[in-house]
């Protein structure tokens, strides 16, 4: 059973860093493409950035030049660096696995810019 658990959102000033992790289990975060997604409040879910099994990466408009998408096959995570924090960046992110025409997601994990 794959499973998805994401961490290290929080309250960050504007002009701040954090970063985010996406613990995968029951499938490897290097054989499969992978994203992560946000959702602020009233606001359709949005593309943040994401990687193939090849390590190729796509990121959103918004995020570009700010954000960064990696990941680490010795533990199984993949992470999301974002720096230059905005209030507009403000919102819930989430992680997803594509496997065998499947798409799998993590709960979230709550992101606040604000001063």
């Known amino acids: 059973q794959i499973q998805l658990v994401e961490s290290g959102g929080g309250l960050v000033q504007p002009g701040g860093s954090l970063r985010l992790s996406c613990a995968a289990s029951g499938s490897s975060v290097s054989s499969n493409a992978m994203g992560w997604y946000r959702q602020a409040p009233g606001k359709q879910r949005e593309l943040v950035a994401t990687?193939?099994?090849?390590?190729?990466?796509n990121y959103g408009d918004s995020v570009k030049g700010r954000f960064t998408i990696s990941r680490d096959h010795t533990n199984n995570t993949m992470y999301l660096q974002m720096n230059s924090l905005k209030p507009e960046d403000t919102a819930v992110y989430y992680c997803?696995?594509?496997?065998?025409?499947?798409?799998?997601w993590g709960k979230g994990t709550l992101v606040t810019v604000s001063s």
């Open positions: 990687i193939t099994s090849g390590g190729s990466t």
């Open positions: 997803n696995l594509f496997y065998r025409y499947k798409l799998y």
